[in-house]
């Protein structure tokens, strides 16, 4: 049975954290480990600081890529785009992100906190307990 987003979603709404990639001013890959929560359309969102490295690369180069999940052998691979929402899209975000991680509010008050939302642009779900199963889904633009 073909891998769909309700499965994708709900394989997300079940970790809480993930590894996020970007790319360094030299071009080598930089992660780093990032607690999540994930909107209806499938968007990663997770806080920062603004001094980490992955902002700085996230603003010079937003494509990104995510990997959630390394628990029985299942992980959901993600390619996307990352931004930092402003205005109605911040808080709607936000509200996603506390529900998710109830002291996301506290970090609201350290000085240089930011936001970013991964929209994906594909995904790859690898499971490999009893017979290996590897789908994709690719979407052409953020879902």
């Known amino acids: 049975m073909p891998l769909t987003r309700e499965d994708v979603r709900a394989f997300m709404e079940n970790h809480r954290y993930a590894v996020v990639s970007s790319i360094g001013p030299d071009g080598a890959p930089q992660s780093a480990l990032v607690g999540i929560a994930v909107s209806h359309a499938l968007e990663v969102v997770f806080d920062?600081?603004?001094?980490?490295r992955k902002i700085a690369n996230i603003r010079a180069n937003p494509r990104v890529s995510v990997v959630i999940g390394w628990e029985n052998e299942q992980t959901l691979q993600v390619e996307g785009i990352a931004d930092e929402p402003n205005g109605d899209d911040l808080k709607g975000l936000k509200e996603i992100y506390f529900s998710a991680w109830p002291d996301g509010p506290d970090r609201e008050k350290w000085r240089g906190i930011t936001y970013c939302r991964v929209r994906p642009t594909w995904f790859r779900f690898s499971s490999y307990l009893a017979t290996p199963l590897?789908?994709?889904?690719?979407?052409?633009?953020?879902?």
Not at 48 to 52: D, G, I, V
Not at 134 to 143: A, H, L, N, Q, T
């Open 48 to 52: 920062s600081l603004e001094t980490t």
């Open 134 to 143: 590897i789908e994709e889904m690719r979407f052409p633009g953020p879902v």
